[in-house]
């Protein structure tokens, strides 16, 4: 199996559900605009170790499962497919607007993500496909550090930009075309997924 082209496509998809709207982009992008920049840090640290944690429920638990039962690996593959087409479609359909949420820090940032639904699925079915049973080590570990790595740059860079008056206000006007292009390459993964059997 070429492994860099796996990790390669991990990176892809995770970088781009971590874009996808959600409550953890909510959170982030609310604290930077309404609180300071190290209440915002405090956030994606948050983010960082709820992610820590989600990851290695998957390496010690999930890839035992698919061990054991091997068939559970192509439902969970056929789920993840399902979901990247799902966010894929309401990326498109998305009217830019979200609900507002109440800033805080590091605690806040961590229950957040802790207990967001689209984490509990994403980690549960999409990143659990690339710790197939019989992944090499050094391949579970790259793929940890590509998931922590993609929410440090992500909601790092988001708590930055959006301290920023002139971002702030011009990112409605953007959010639009940038969720239709996530969407349309989310939309082909989950369609790759469900007709290529790894």
Known sequence: MNYVALL???LTVDLLAAISPGPNFVLVTQTAMHRTPLHAAG?????VVSNLIWCC???????????LFPSIYRIVQIGGALYLIYLGVSLWLTDGTAPRAEPSGFVKG?????TNPKSVVYFGSIFALFIAPGTPVWVTVAAVGIVLFNTVVWY????AVFSH???QKRFIALQRPINRVAG???IAFGTRLILVRR
Do not use: C, E, R
């Open 165 to 167: 008056d002139v971002v």
């Open 57 to 67: 429920a998957v390496v010690f638990g999930l890839s035992a499962l698919f061990d």
């Open 110 to 114: 961590l229950l957040t993500n802790l």
């Open 43 to 47: 956030v994606v640290l948050g983010f």
């Open 184 to 186: 349309t390459v989310m």
């Open 8 to 10: 390669a496509s991990l």
């Open 156 to 159: 790092g860079t988001v708590a």
